[in-house]
């Protein structure tokens, strides 16, 4: 079964500053995709970025990065510019392309923005 | 624009009520899941379903129940509320859609938070 470590319980940055948070994932297939998610205190859980394991480049989204390493089975999530509004918790999500597969969330990783 | 609706968004009720919270997306998606979310903040699968009329048992015992009778409604049940349901229920949709797309992320929706005294 796959699993899915995100081993930063809390992380902090100062506003404007760059923050990585680490994923990692295990698995035994060649072909899945990879998400981070972003869920603001009380609010709705929505998709920050989608990485696609058959695509070598690194998927972005605004000042939103990640750096996906298919053998180390690793995939950060890197903000730039931090923001207040980035405040949140962020799960790292892994999901088969066996249709018949559901999605394995991380623990999350909470997320300070220091004015 | 993809939507996917929780209702209500809050609730208080008593030991021993029956219960039923709302999922609705009208995105047509075939997929759809529930997860309950503790006050750790991480996510357990507690049911999903792969189309009408098929409902599967997740990861994380739980016991509720869910229909799927319409491709858009996925209503979770309790029949006697206790104290140890307390906590924050989300509904996801994902997979195929009705316009013959395919989502291959899960569309969360807003949550429902349940508290059972």
């Known amino acids: 079964a796959q699993t899915v470590t995100q081993s930063q319980p809390e992380m902090s940055v100062q506003e404007a500053e760059t923050v990585t948070l680490s994923c990692t994932y295990d698995t035994s297939e060649s072909d899945y995709y990879l998400f981070w998610y972003k869920q603001p205190p009380s609010r709705q859980m929505i998709l920050v970025i989608r990485q696609e394991a058959y695509k070598q480049q690194n998927a972005t989204e605004n000042r939103f990065s990640v750096n996906f390493q298919k053998a180390a089975k690793s995939f950060s999530l890197k903000i730039s510019d931090s923001q207040l509004g980035d405040a949140a918790m962020y799960f790292c999500?892994?999901?088969?392309?066996?249709?018949?597969?559901?999605?394995?969330f991380g623990p999350g990783t909470r997320l300070s923005v220091l004015p | 624009e993809a939507d996917i609706y929780q209702t209500p968004r809050y609730l208080v009720i008593g030991t021993g009520k029956k219960i039923t919270l709302e999922c609705s997306q009208t995105m047509g998606h075939d997929k759809m899941y529930w997860y309950q979310q503790d006050p750790g903040m991480e996510l357990h699968l507690i049911h999903y379903s792969y189309g009408v009329n098929s409902t599967e048992k997740g990861d994380l015992s739980s016991e509720s129940t869910v229909s799927r009778i319409r491709t858009e409604h996925f209503p979770l049940t309790l029949e006697s509320a206790r104290p140890s349901h307390t906590s924050q229920y989300l509904c996801?949709?994902?997979?195929?859609?009705?316009?013959?797309?395919?989502?291959?992320?899960?569309?969360f929706g807003p949550g429902t938070r349940l508290t059972v005294t």
């Open positions: 996801a949709s994902s997979g195929a859609d009705k316009t013959g797309g395919f989502l291959y992320e899960q569309y």
């Open positions: 999500a892994y999901r088969s392309d066996n249709y018949g597969q559901n999605f394995v």
